[in-house]
C-alpha cells in the first residue's frame, strides 16, 4: 500500500500536481493516527495499485476541503510544507474519518473532457478517410464528457483551431507534428456510451463528485470540467449501464444504414477491464468489422512510459495504425508525419 501511495505520488508530480504529490507522500504517515479509516487503506484487501487507493483517497480529501476549514486552508491557493500536510491530515483523519470512509468504496471516474482534444484529431483521419456520418460508440463513458467531441471548440496551438466559435466548452490543446485534416467532413449524427457505473450528470451531487477527482491544483483541468459538466447537464448524454462487451455485441449487430458508419472510442479505460472482457469486446469490434463500415479509435496507454497512444484500426482490413502519442489529460498531442502501423 505504501509503494502505491508513492508511486502515485510520483506520477502526480510528473503531471503538474505538486499538491496531490504531497498528499500521496504524506498520507501513508499520516494513517498512522489509527482508527476504521486508516484500518481499511494500510490494510487494504484488493491490489492498491489497480484500485487507485491513492486517488479514492485524495478525491475524498478534495471534496472535504470544500466543507472543512482547517483542511481548506492547506489546499489552494495556500502551499504548505510536508510537516504541515501531515499534521493536518493527520486531525482530518481523526475529525472526519466517517465523512471520508464512503469515498473508499468506488474507483475515481475523472472523465478528463480535454481528452477530447486528442480525439478529435483521430475522428478527423476518420472522416477524411470515409465521409459518412458516423454513429459514435463510447466505451467507459463514465459521464459522457468525451462522447460529444465534436460539438466543442479548440485552441491547438498557435492559429490553431477547430469547431463553432460559438461552443460553449473550450479546450486547449498542444497539437505537434503532422497537423490532422482540419477540414474533414465530420459530421455525428447519433451516439452513445456504455458505462459498469455511469455517471448521472443532470445530478448536482453527482458531478460536484466528478469534480473532486480532479487535482485541486490544476485550475484550468477544474474550469474545463466545470464547463463541459454544465453543458452536459443541459444535454444528456446517452449511456447504458453495461460492460463494454455486450454493449459491443448488442450495438454492433443492430442494423446499420449504407450512408452512415460507426465509430468506437474509448480513452484511458481499457487497462481496467478484466482480459476477459478485454478479448469480448475486440472480438465483438472485429466480427462487426466484416461489413466495412466500422472504426475503432483509442487512447489509451502502451509500453512507452509518459503518453498514450493514439490508435486506429480500420475495417473490413482490420489495419491499425499509430496516428501519434498523446497526454493522458489531453494537454498536448503529436502526430506521426506517417501513421505507424501496428
Not at 477540414?183 to 469534480?211: F, S
Request: with cysteine; hydrophobic share 45%.
Amino acid at each position: 500500500m505504501r509503494a502505491s501511495f508513492a508511486s502515485q505520488a510520483v506520477a502526480c508530480e510528473r503531471l503538474g500536481s505538486p499538491l496531490t504529490a504531497q498528499i500521496c507522500r504524506v498520507a501513508p504517515a499520516a494513517l498512522e493516527v489509527g482508527g476504521p479509516l486508516a484500518a481499511a487503506i494500510l490494510g487494504w484487501k484488493g491490489d492498491p495499485v489497480a484500485d487507485a487507493l491513492a486517488l479514492r483517497l485524495c478525491g475524498a480529501l478534495h471534496a472535504l476541503s470544500w466543507e472543512d476549514a482547517d483542511l481548506a486552508a492547506v489546499y489552494p491557493p495556500a502551499k504548505v510544507d510536508d510537516a504541515r500536510m501531515e499534521a493536518v491530515l493527520r486531525d482530518v483523519f481523526q475529525r472526519r474519518s466517517v465523512w471520508l470512509f464512503p469515498w473508499l468504496n468506488s474507483a475515481p471516474q475523472t472523465n478528463e473532457v480535454n481528452r477530447s482534444a486528442v480525439l478529435i484529431g483521430g475522428l478527423l483521419h476518420v472522416a477524411a478517410r470515409d465521409p459518412r456520418p458516423i454513429e459514435l460508440l463510447e466505451l467507459g463513458a463514465s459521464g459522457g464528457l468525451n462522447q460529444v467531441p465534436d460539438l466543442y471548440r479548440y485552441r491547438l496551438g498557435g492559429s490553431l483551431r477547430w469547431g463553432e466559435p460559438s461552443a460553449p466548452v473550450a479546450l486547449d490543446s498542444q497539437w505537434r507534428g503532422a497537423v490532422p485534416p482540419m477540414e474533414a467532413p465530420l459530421k455525428v449524427v447519433a451516439r452513445e456510451g456504455c458505462d459498469i457505473a455511469p455517471i448521472d450528470v443532470t445530478d448536482a451531487a453527482a458531478r460536484r463528485r466528478m469534480e473532486a477527482y480532479i487535482w485541486p491544483d490544476q485550475t484550468a483541468r477544474l474550469v474545463r470540467i466545470r464547463a463541459a459538466l454544465e453543458f452536459a447537464a443541459h444535454n444528456p448524454p446517452k449511456i447504458a449501464q453495461m460492460g463494454a462487451a455486450d454493449f459491443l455485441a448488442d450495438r454492433l449487430s443492430r442494423p446499420l444504414a449504407e450512408d452512415r458508419q460507426r465509430v468506437v472510442i474509448h480513452s484511458i479505460m481499457w487497462q481496467y477491464m478484466p482480459a476477459e472482457e478485454q478479448a469480448r469486446a475486440e472480438e465483438a469490434i472485429r466480427a462487426a468489422g466484416t461489413t466495412g463500415n466500422l472504426s475503432w479509435l483509442r487512447l489509451e496507454p502502451d509500453e512507452v512510459r509518459g503518453s498514450a497512444a493514439v490508435q486506429l484500426t480500420t475495417f473490413p482490413e482490420g489495419e491499425t495504425q499509430e496516428l501519434g502519442r498523446g497526454d493522458f489529460h489531453g494537454a498536448w498531442a503529436e502526430w506521426h508525419e506517417t501513421p505507424k502501423l501496428v
